[in-house]
């Protein structure tokens, strides 16, 4: 994609700071999105704190709220705007705030983390090269290396984009515990599967250089999940890679402000513990595991002896039509799978999962699901007799070191 032609084509049309000129020397730009937030200082005062900044930084805040919000929410809105306002900047990192009114039809974290990331990623087209965008989010805290480890990472490795760590406050009655045990069951089920390029996608966690933002078509509006789409186009792009010294820790809260996500799961947890606390079946990874594991001989025209759960998906999405095509449009093997797997992408194994769980292997309570992952996967001593949070403290740990 031609330099220019992702602002005239895809970008937000009106932008925050038409007129600033970005510092000569800046490197990084920490994206907030912020909607009734009450942490929102917390959070810059958590980036503030970041120590061995080896370059320049600026935190652009956009502070939102539909066109028909209630004057209530104006108000927080407000009211988070000059609280902003009055925190000063250090001589490493700048703070920039703006207050926004989006409109009604497509209001929602997806539009404004899209307005900060168009317009920081504008910034460096100014200075006429790349820097680095990185998403936070107004709940958000994070490690005090947590700048320095990116700006590393982006130096140290040429990565092009990549997810930091995540570990959410264990706070034992808000449910967050299994919360949070059931995200990584998923991913690290992902893994056990065979299937590639798995990784979390917390919209905080995301991080990318601004050309390489742009060369892919930026951020979405959606209203949420804009991070789960974001990150299925971009995962699977050259140099992308995890950066574990960098740490957030996202609010265990109730929220209603997205339709789903860690807040409605909370609610979830309060009104109906067990939804909470059961997980996929063990049995939807082993499936997919069996499929992975047979691709090579399907495409050589073979018929191996799939799950039946496998099979009653690949009828309902025709598979093999769709499976000829990409064999006929792919001028080797490396080419056939990368556009196998930018088909049968993130939405499409959770599509799979979804037709799985309906109709031939219900969900389990959480713990069968950990502990058959941890027989096979984990492979963590005394696993059965820990508690739900020092299964946590463990399966961490063993994210951090070994993906």
Same mark, same amino acid.
């Given at each position: 994609?031609?330099?220019?032609?992702?602002?005239?084509?895809?970008?937000?049309?009106?932008?925050? #700071?038409?007129?600033?000129?970005? /510092?000569?020397?800046? %490197?990084? @730009?920490?994206?907030?999105?912020?909607?009734?937030?009450?942490?929102?200082?917390?959070?810059?005062?958590?980036?503030?704190?970041?120590?061995?900044?080896? =370059?320049? *930084?600026?935190?652009?805040? *956009?502070?939102?709220? &539909?066109?028909?919000?209630?004057?209530?929410?104006?108000?927080?809105?407000?009211?988070?705007?000059?609280?902003?306002?009055? $925190?000063?900047?250090?001589?490493?990192?700048?703070?920039? @705030?703006?207050? *926004?009114?989006?409109?009604?039809?497509?209001?929602?974290?997806?539009?404004?983390?899209?307005?900060?990331?168009?317009?920081?990623?504008?910034?460096?087209?100014?200075?006429?090269?790349?820097?680095?965008?990185? =998403?936070? !989010?107004?709940?958000?805290?994070?490690?005090?290396?947590?700048?320095?480890?990116?700006?590393?990472?982006?130096?140290?490795?040429?990565?092009?984009?990549?997810? @930091?760590?995540?570990?959410?406050?264990?706070? /034992? %009655?808000?449910?967050?515990?299994?919360?949070?045990?059931?995200?990584?069951?998923? #991913?690290?089920?992902?893994?056990?599967?065979?299937?590639?390029?798995?990784?979390?996608?917390?919209?905080?966690?995301?991080?990318?250089?601004?050309?390489?933002?742009?060369?892919?078509?930026?951020?979405?509006?959606?209203?949420?999940?804009?991070?789960?789409?974001?990150?299925?186009?971009?995962?699977?792009? &050259?140099?992308?890679?995890?950066?574990?010294?960098?740490?957030?820790?996202?609010?265990?809260?109730?929220? !209603?402000? *997205?339709?789903?996500?860690?807040?409605?799961?909370?609610?979830?947890?309060?009104?109906?513990?067990?939804?909470?606390?059961?997980?996929?079946?063990?049995?939807?990874?082993?499936?997919?595991?069996?499929?992975?594991?047979?691709?090579?001989?399907?495409?050589?025209?073979?018929? &191996?002896?799939?799950?039946?759960?496998?099979?009653?998906?690949?009828?309902?999405?025709?598979?093999?039509?769709?499976?000829?095509?990409?064999?006929?449009?792919?001028?080797?093997? #490396?080419?056939?799978?990368?556009?196998?797997?930018?088909?049968?992408?993130?939405?499409?194994?959770?599509?799979?999962?979804?037709?799985?769980?309906?109709?031939?292997?219900?969900? @389990? /309570?959480?713990? $069968?699901?950990?502990?058959?992952?941890?027989?096979?996967?984990?492979?963590?001593?005394?696993?059965?007799?820990?508690?739900?949070?020092?299964?946590?403290?463990?399966?961490?740990?063993?994210?951090?070191? #070994?993906?």
């Amino acid at each position: 994609m031609k330099k220019d032609y992702y602002f005239k084509r895809y970008a937000w049309k009106f932008p925050l #700071t038409s007129h600033f000129k970005p /510092p000569s020397d800046l %490197e990084m @730009v920490v994206v907030i999105p912020a909607y009734k937030e009450s942490q929102l200082g917390s959070a810059i005062n958590s980036l503030l704190a970041s120590r061995d900044i080896p =370059c320049k *930084v600026i935190i652009l805040v *956009v502070i939102n709220a &539909p066109e028909q919000s209630s004057s209530d929410n104006f108000n927080l809105n407000e009211k988070a705007f000059e609280e902003i306002k009055k $925190i000063k900047d250090t001589d490493k990192i700048n703070i920039q @705030v703006h207050n *926004v009114l989006l409109p009604q039809k497509k209001a929602g974290v997806g539009l404004a983390r899209k307005i900060g990331l168009d317009e920081a990623a504008s910034w460096f087209k100014k200075l006429n090269r790349a820097g680095i965008l990185i =998403c936070f !989010d107004g709940d958000c805290q994070c490690n005090d290396t947590y700048l320095a480890a990116i700006y590393k990472a982006y130096k140290n490795q040429n990565i092009n984009a990549g997810i @930091v760590s995540y570990e959410h406050p264990l706070d /034992p %009655e808000s449910g967050i515990i299994p919360y949070e045990l059931s995200l990584r069951y998923y #991913t690290d089920g992902l893994r056990y599967s065979g299937y590639p390029n798995i990784h979390q996608t917390l919209g905080s966690c995301i991080t990318i250089k601004s050309d390489h933002y742009c060369k892919y078509g930026g951020m979405n509006t959606k209203k949420a999940g804009e991070d789960f789409y974001f990150l299925n186009k971009i995962v699977r792009k &050259p140099h992308f890679a995890e950066i574990h010294e960098a740490l957030i820790y996202p609010a265990a809260r109730i929220s !209603d402000r *997205v339709p789903f996500g860690t807040g409605r799961a909370l609610i979830g947890y309060q009104m109906q513990k067990e939804k909470i606390l059961s997980t996929y079946n063990p049995l939807t990874f082993e499936n997919i595991k069996t499929f992975i594991s047979c691709l090579p001989l399907i495409i050589q025209g073979q018929s &191996p002896d799939l799950p039946e759960a496998i099979q009653g998906f690949f009828n309902s999405i025709n598979f093999y039509q769709n499976l000829s095509k990409l064999l006929k449009n792919s001028k080797s093997l #490396t080419s056939f799978y990368k556009h196998f797997y930018d088909w049968f992408d993130y939405f499409m194994i959770l599509k799979l999962i979804h037709f799985t769980r309906d109709h031939f292997h219900p969900n @389990v /309570p959480l713990e $069968i699901g950990l502990s058959k992952l941890n027989k096979d996967y984990w492979r963590i001593k005394g696993f059965k007799t820990l508690s739900l949070h020092d299964k946590l403290i463990k399966i961490r740990a063993l994210n951090r070191t #070994t993906q």
